[in-house]
């Protein structure tokens, strides 16, 4: 009730009673968020329009790290993962975060926060097996002393192949094993310190099919293409607690990142610090400083379809912010301002103000309201990779379409307009709804910047698309969540979105705008039958996509949990019961006949032992 923003909160409660393998999937139940699954390991996830499988206007972290990639400036979904029961909470912030997080804090945050090492206490072990995934995993915690407590962990699942659109098996299967630790402790004395410690190491493996290009026939080839990543990280928080209303942490990470593809292998090692002081009240004022320091070194491999110029690149980025909440009114009116300073290599300086404005009339209604600005800076993938995006043979020439880098990119910018209102209806009836006007301008899309015909022999037409910052756009929409805990052992949520999305500049605004669907909702029914049966039912509805010619779907998902007895619990999960299959998204620069991979319907049982 007391943020003034679009904020929805995942509990772990929810994720576990969605029935959800991934965390993707649990992201399903978050009004405004576009979870599309692209094949058996492959998702694209978008807030507020602009979805993609190299989607870059969505910041996501995992316990305060950051986890895009800055080769383009996206996620990859397939490799963030972790035990689901383990997750605290997921923070999703609707709207622009850049006055805290910075750049890339476009149309949301996704924050994952997992459970502290003290509330994981003793041993888990759970495995899950169905017609599509399977899983095991295990995790131990215990003390440290008197203070101290620790957590490790070990995971391995499988998702199985997906079907073509025809039918066929598009061969799409991902492996994966991944362990960590989390450690956490209290310092001694009079001092109120807190420390915490954990890392993590994963090691996937996936397939998909691609369409390639070449010079010589058939030109387009299919291929299967194997992709591999590996990586780890490891992070320290120290947090010290000056007074009741006072607090600094300082918080640093180090994370490694190895992925070979078919096209390219990028290799990633990035170390980041990040200290914040949150003042002490100062009359009506309470704020909150912060600044931080990132390094990044990466070594890419190119192919005959993509090179660069710089093998290995070095980046810094450099950044404070400052927030300030001022008291207007006790207990009534707030307001907040605050902003993000950058200097990054690509740039230079950038700053990302906000203004937020809230009225609490009474404990029952919150009213609020904001203008923010916010900036996604240029990725490699546009500053320095020349990519062969096609070839064909038309007689009697060679047809090749090319995108080349562009050194001179602007950093894209955000001007959006928010208003809020919340209300507490009764003890056990609650509504929130959002409404966004967004203004995208220096919008990075890629055009023609001519043809090139060669001569006898060679006889090549090149067809050179670039980056430019010469689109704008617009978006608008609202978004409503409505809770009911209609009986003590019944909770009924819905929720609703409309998004509207008009592109001007670009060669293909048709297919930007359609990414994304125009209406999203979904129904969720949590009943506990009795003390050790539970039932949730969840019915998730997605517009269509006219981009990837696809069709508007419903989805039905069902779970029954039954508590056989004290630490031992099994669940019947059905996912997507209304069809056999049905497809969601598809890759970029594909035959969507050929490549586009229908998500079959899943089914498996879950046993989870805690002792």
Do not use: C
């Not at 926060?113 to 599509?132: E, V």
């Not at 947090?239 to 078919?262: E, G, H, I, P, W």
């Not at 990075?444 to 090139?452: N, P």
């Not at 009924?492 to 930007?512: I, K």
């Amino acid at each position: 009730m007391d943020a003034p923003a679009a904020v929805y909160v995942l509990t772990n409660e929810d994720i576990m009673r969605s029935g959800a393998t991934s965390i993707p999937e649990a992201l399903r139940q978050v009004p405004g968020v576009q979870v599309a699954r692209v094949n058996a390991n492959s998702w694209a996830i978008s807030i507020r329009g602009f979805n993609g499988t190299l989607d870059n206007k969505l910041l996501v972290l995992i316990d305060g790290r950051t986890v895009y990639d800055p080769l383009f400036s996206g996620v990859y979904w397939d490799i963030q993962d972790t035990v689901l029961e383990d997750i605290d909470r997921i923070e999703v912030i609707r709207g622009p975060g850049a006055a805290l997080w910075g750049a890339n804090a476009v149309n949301g945050v996704i924050n994952i926060i997992t459970k502290k090492a003290q509330d994981t206490q003793g041993n888990l072990a759970s495995t899950l097996a169905g017609n599509q995934d399977g899983m095991a995993e295990g995790r131990y915690g215990g003390k440290l002393g008197d203070d101290g407590y620790y957590r490790v962990y070990a995971k391995y699942l499988t998702r199985g192949d997906e079907q073509t659109l025809s039918g066929g098996n598009s061969h799409d299967a991902q492996e994966e094993s991944r362990s960590g630790f989390r450690t956490d402790w209290k310092g001694s004395g009079d001092a109120k310190d807190d420390f915490t410690v954990q890392g993590d190491m994963y090691n996937s493996g996936a397939s998909q099919y691609r369409i390639t290009s070449a010079f010589t026939a058939p030109f387009s080839p299919l291929a299967l293409e194997r992709l591999d990543a590996r990586g780890g990280n490891m992070l320290g928080r120290w947090t010290r607690t000056l007074s009741d209303d006072s607090k600094f942490t300082l918080q640093s990470y180090a994370d490694y990142t190895y992925r070979d593809q078919l096209l390219l292998k990028d290799e990633r090692s990035t170390f980041d610090v990040d200290a914040q002081y949150e003042l002490p009240q100062l009359d009506r004022h309470k704020v909150t400083i912060g600044g931080g320091y990132r390094y990044s070194v990466d070594g890419l491999t190119g192919t005959p379809l993509i090179s660069f110029t710089n093998i290995g690149e070095k980046t810094q980025l450099l950044s404070s912010f400052i927030q300030d909440k001022i008291t207007l009114e006790p207990k009534t009116w707030f307001l907040t301002l605050g902003s993000k300073f950058e200097h990054n290599d690509y740039t230079g300086f950038e700053a990302e103000p906000d203004a937020r404005l809230q009225w609490h009339p009474d404990e029952k209604d919150m009213l609020w309201t904001s203008v923010s600005r916010a900036v996604r800076t240029p990725s490699r993938l546009e500053e320095d990779l020349h990519i062969i995006q096609a070839t064909g043979f038309s007689n009697p020439f060679l047809l090749s379409v090319d995108t080349l880098p562009n050194s001179d990119l602007h950093s894209e910018k955000l001007t959006a307009y928010e208003l809020g209102y919340r209300r507490q209806w009764a003890p056990d009836v609650s509504s929130d709804i959002a409404a966004f006007y967004n203004e995208y301008h220096a919008l990075s899309t890629y055009t023609s910047v001519g043809a090139l015909a060669g001569t006898n022999p060679t006889r090549i037409i090149l067809v050179r698309l670039e980056p430019f910052n010469n689109s704008w756009a617009e978006t608008y929409g609202v978004e409503t969540v409505v809770n009911w805990r209609a009986l003590d052992s019944l909770n009924l949520s819905a929720s609703h979105s409309l998004l509207n999305m008009a592109l001007h500049g670009s060669s293909s605004p048709d297919a930007t705008e359609t990414q994304s669907p125009k209406y999203q909702a979904n129904l969720h029914a949590a009943w506990d039958v009795s003390k050790n049966i539970s039932y949730d039912a969840m019915l998730y509805y997605a517009s269509a996509l006219a981009a990837f010619q696809v069709q508007s779907h419903t989805r039905l998902d069902m779970r029954l949990g039954w508590r056989i007895m004290d630490g031992l619990e099994f669940d019947l999960v059905g996912q997507d019961l209304l069809d056999s299959s049905h497809q969601e998204f598809t890759l970029p620069l594909t035959t969507p006949s050929v490549l586009a991979s229908d998500i079959n319907r899943s089914v498996y049982g879950k046993l989870t032992w805690r002792f």
